[in-house]
């Protein structure tokens, strides 16, 4: 085990920060964000008083950290911001209905084919799921295991100590300050489980749980995969997700205890408004195995580099990442791999597609502390440009203190070319057709690690998107 | 009685779209259904680029004359309106397609030539491709390569006869399908073209090859000469076995630029 001064060194320990308040909270419906809206968010959950102190500590690092200058362009973000009502109205008034929702979203759902019912939870209007049987009974199996599958709130107040004991722990407050900001605000997500020795067949899939609530904005995710347990979490899906919200932050944290293997999948399609800005990041103890698959599409602006720190000998963490750029869009994305116990391995595979005025960034780190002796970490970066005006650029990190250690490091640029697209259409395949097939080979490599169904919604949205980018 | 032509090209001129270098300088050439014709000429001549002319391809500009197939203009056409129409060129050099497996290949082919909201019967497509695979004496395994990314020459030029035997085409371009090829394999992708053109009779082959060998085994109705972007010399399979005998040497002082 790593000792404490080395997690101290990765800025792993909570943020130590008194504050203390005793004004009563005074809720009123408002944009922007301090404490008494933090305060009215605790008491509407019932949260034990440690949480509350949490989050307004949380606030205070928020307020004193500037907004990144690197990574996107986050400018007009403070307006959005200070728009942004982070105590959610009541009910009724978030209701929305499905004439509300914008022609272009409700046709790229039925082009995909996606059945009414979902249509409606997507586009956050239905609350009702057809595959609530399944899910029942697929609780009923995991419950037997000792498996929790709860929301976060739940999981806050029906496993306190457990709770309490890795909350915060792999992702304190003050990493960044967007992980400061959920921290304060944070609401909805799940709380995960695994027992020691447990092995999950059947994904958990945050979509059967989540469909009554709507995505959070600010959701936070918990995950404790105990020793030697094995199990594969999935969340979100390729189908666009149209929400009136502007911005999405979220927090996951993952614990992968050792000789546990955990993988995270999640696709997420945002509607082209939104601000996307993600901190995940997973420990990975002794002989554990930790692999995020993280496709994102959609979006504003999206900056997210799920992360692995291994912190035992043996460790393994996994990052595969499809990004996807449409016109106007910056995806800003690849993975942080942190190695510091002996003989941890990772490997890095990001592939990005820009399209049209689309920017595809890959911004990635591998760093390798003194005493990981003969770590090893592979990283492979893909870009493809499917048009002259797309965008695509590689910011690799590599951070290496120790003399064993080998770190590879491979990038490519390719276009869509002309004598591709010759020869597919010589078959009978007209330009857009070509184009999505010469898309989907690109990303074959990842995407035939994706569950089927997610899979082939993949290759749909896809197709259609191409359908878009010949003159 | 003769037929009618199956492709019917005349004073054809060609240039690279991208510099106007002419390279085609007006090509006559007829074929009816069912019809072998063999194009032979010393390397530059313009073998590959009226091949590609007639097939669509973007690079190349056509600045006269006509190519029809069954009396339809094709110029004016999209590659994919063409292959639709009934062409298929067999690449010299078959382009790599990473990801992308031969059998999702050609099941998104065949699907493209449906009217929309059609869908391709799953098992009629696996039928007709394991009888293809079978015809051609490939391993049913090979369908789910990647298209040419990763293949052997000789595996990447036995990939484009399964397209084309796959595919059933009117007029089948065939640009040095036999170059790369080993012995066997020659003979195999030869009996292929042959047990095709059995099941389709009407198929018409134009044939660009450098030797005689692959015309022993896919026997020629016609066999022209190109040189210098023109057909200089057109009659039966002895102007192949000439060429053999005497090379290029004669035309091309008497065809220079
Ligand atoms: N895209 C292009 N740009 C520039 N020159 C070209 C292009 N395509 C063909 N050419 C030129 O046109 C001439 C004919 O080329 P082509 O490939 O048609 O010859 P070929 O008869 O098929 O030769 P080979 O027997 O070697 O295959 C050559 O001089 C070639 O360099
Ligand atoms: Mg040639």
Redesign the interface.
């Known amino acids: 085990m790593p000792t404490n001064e080395v997690i101290h060194g990765l800025g792993l320990d909570d943020y130590k920060f008194g504050f203390v308040t005793d004004s009563e909270p005074v809720f009123r419906a408002r944009p922007g964000l301090d404490a008494d809206i933090v305060r009215q968010i605790a008491a509407r959950k019932n949260e034990p008083e440690w949480m509350l102190e949490r989050r307004l500590k949380a606030l205070a690092i928020y307020e004193s950290k500037p907004m990144p200058k690197w990574g996107g362009d986050l400018s007009e973000l403070e307006e959005t911001l200070a728009q942004t009502y982070f105590y959610a109205k009541p009910h009724e008034q978030m209701e929305r209905s499905w004439e509300d929702v914008p022609e272009n979203i409700k046709l790229t759902f039925e082009r995909l084919g996606i059945p009414e019912a979902e249509r409606k939870i997507l586009a956050g209007v239905g609350a009702q799921y057809d595959s609530e049987m399944v899910y029942h009974s697929l609780k009923e199996e995991w419950e037997a295991k000792g498996v929790i599958f709860d929301s976060i709130e739940d999981g806050l107040r029906n496993h306190p100590e457990l709770f309490r004991r890795h909350f915060g722990t792999v992702i304190p407050a003050a990493d960044n300050k967007f992980a400061a900001l959920n921290s304060a605000v944070w609401s909805g997500g799940s709380f995960v489980y695994i027992p020691p020795g447990v092995h999950l067949e059947t994904p958990l899939q945050a979509y059967f749980r989540v469909n009554q609530e709507r995505l959070g904005q600010f959701e936070r995710t918990l995950i404790i995969a105990d020793e030697g347990s094995r199990a594969h979490y999935i969340e979100g899906c390729t189908a666009p997700v149209y929400s009136t919200d502007s911005f999405h932050s979220g927090v996951i944290e993952i614990v992968v205890n050792p000789g546990a293997y955990f993988r995270y999948t999640t696709i997420q399609n945002w509607s082209n408004n939104m601000y996307n800005l993600v901190t995940q990041r997973a420990l990975v103890h002794e002989g554990a195995h930790m692999e995020w698959l993280d496709g994102n599409l959609g979006s504003k602006l999206t900056m997210k580099y799920p992360s692995c720190y291994l912190m035992g000998e043996g460790a393994h963490g996994e990052i595969l990442s499809i990004a996807y750029a449409g016109d106007g869009q910056h995806q800003d994305t690849g993975g942080k791999v942190i190695h510091v116990a002996p003989r941890t391995t990772s490997s890095i595979v990001s592939k990005s597609i820009s399209k049209g005025t689309g920017r595809a960034s890959y911004r990635g780190l591998c760093k390798v502390y003194d005493g990981a002796a003969r770590a090893r970490s592979n990283v492979e970066c893909d870009a493809l440009l499917i048009n002259e005006t797309s965008r695509t650029d590689t910011f690799p990190y590599i951070e290496i203190d120790e003399r064993s250690a080998t770190v590879g490091h491979e990038a490519t640029v390719s276009k869509v070319?002309?004598?591709?697209l010759?020869?597919?259409?010589?078959?009978?395949?007209?330009?857009a057709?070509?184009m999505a097939?010469?898309v989907?080979?690109?990303?074959?490599?990842i995407a035939k690690e994706l569950p089927l169904e997610y899979a082939v919604e993949l290759n749909r949205l896809i197709d259609l998107e191409m359908e878009g980018s010949v003159g | 009685m003769r037929k009618s032509p199956i492709l019917a090209v005349r004073g054809l001129r060609a240039s690279v779209a991208e510099t106007g270098v002419e390279i085609l300088r007006g090509v006559d050439l007829e074929i009816r259904a069912g019809e072998i014709h063999a194009i032979m000429g010393p390397n530059g001549s313009g073998k590959s680029t009226l091949a590609k002319v007639i097939a669509g391809h973007p690079g190349y500009e056509a600045d006269g004359g006509h190519v029809r197939l069954r009396g339809e203009d094709l110029l004016g056409l999209e590659p994919d309106e063409r292959a639709q129409a009934g062409v298929f060129m067999a690449f010299q050099y078959p382009v790599e397609i990473p990801g992308v497996s031969i059998a999702n290949f050609l099941r998104s082919a065949l699907q493209a030539r449906l009217e929309d909201g059609e869908e391709l019967d799953l098992f009629d497509f696996q039928d007709l491709l394991s009888g293809c695979m079978e015809l051609l004496g490939m391993d049913p395994s090979f369908a789910q390569r990647a298209v040419n990314d990763g293949l052997s020459g000789g595996e990447k030029k036995r990939n484009e006869i399964l397209q084309m035997a796959v595919l059933k085409p009117a007029l089948a371009v065939m640009d040095e399908t036999d170059s790369g090829l080993d012995i066997d394999a020659l003979k195999v992708v030869a009996a292929g073209v042959n047990a095709l053109r059995e099941e389709n009779p009407e198929m018409s082959v134009l044939l660009i090859t450098h030797y005689q060998r692959i015309l022993d085994h896919i026997q020629p109705d016609m066999v022209h000469v190109m040189v210098n972007g023109r057909i200089v010399e057109s009659g039966g399979p002895e102007v192949a076995l000439e060429l053999e005998a005497q090379g290029y040497e004669e035309y091309k002082r008497t065809h220079a630029a």
Not at chain 1, 417 to 420: L, Y
Not at chain 1, 422 to 431: A, V
Not at chain 1, 440 to 445: K, L, T, V
């Open positions: 070319g002309d004598e591709q010759f020869y597919l259409m010589s078959r009978g395949l007209d330009e057709e070509a097939l010469i989907r080979g690109f990303i074959e490599p």
